[in-house]
């Protein structure tokens, strides 16, 4: 469903990845930090695969921080 690359940045596509089981993964400031996998599960704020969590937003003093990306492998 998604080319190899694109960045899952919403709700809706992290739902899709997880039902297709597309493996993604994780990036933060440009560099890979995890190899990743299939997406098992999210929240609002986080993302499971492989039974760790990555945050994908961070809400403090009213501003949002996007610590990691997730990107199709």
């Known amino acids: 469903m998604f080319k190899s690359g694109f960045i899952l940045?919403?709700?809706?596509h992290i739902d899709a990845a997880m039902h297709n089981k597309t493996p993604v993964t994780v990036w933060m400031?440009?560099?890979?930090?995890?190899?990743?996998?299939?997406?098992e599960g999210h929240t609002e704020y986080a993302v499971q695969i492989n039974g760790d969590w990555f945050p994908k937003k961070i809400v403090a003093d009213d501003a949002e921080i996007r610590p990691c990306q997730f990107r199709v492998r």
Do not use: Q
Not at 9 to 12: D, H, K, R
């Open 29 to 39: 400031n440009n560099e890979i930090v995890d190899y990743g996998g299939v997406i």
């Open 9 to 12: 940045s919403t709700g809706a």
